[in-house]
């Protein structure tokens, strides 16, 4: 078991918000959104690994915590992602890519 408080939200993190996962969707012929990522998750990993990741997500979003603390832990878990580069906030971003996994398997990404 990890010691990190959330490890299924660090594996979505560390697998596909590396440093180079823009570079790998559009070597894949898509538009490198984050929204278009977390889609990509939903749709490929198994049921029980998308619950995990929102029951982490209820989890950080429950904390209310400050922008530089969601910076921070975001970083923690090691996401190369910045959201305000996306034109967003952390919590935004967190409560997007809940919504994004929470959504019908296949379904289209928002936005």
């Known amino acids: 078991m990890s010691d990190e408080p959330y490890p299924r939200l660090a594996y979505l993190l ?13 070597r894949e012929a898509q538009t490198p959104t984050y929204r ?20 982490d997500l209820d989890d950080v979003i429950a904390r209310d915590l400050t922008e530089d603390d969601l ?10 992602f910045s ?3 996306a034109g967003t ?5 967190l409560h997007d890519i809940r919504a994004v996994l929470a959504a019908p398997r296949g379904s289209a990404p928002p936005g």
Do not use: K
């Open 14 to 26: 560390q697998a596909y918000f590396h440093q180079n996962w823009a570079a790998e969707y559009q």
């Open 36 to 55: 278009r990522v977390v889609a990509d998750v939903r749709d490929r990993e198994p049921p029980g690994v998308v619950a995990g990741i929102i029951a």
């Open 71 to 80: 910076r921070a832990l975001s970083r923690r878990l090691g996401s190369q």
């Open 83 to 85: 959201p305000p580069g």
């Open 89 to 93: 906030t952390y919590a935004a971003w």
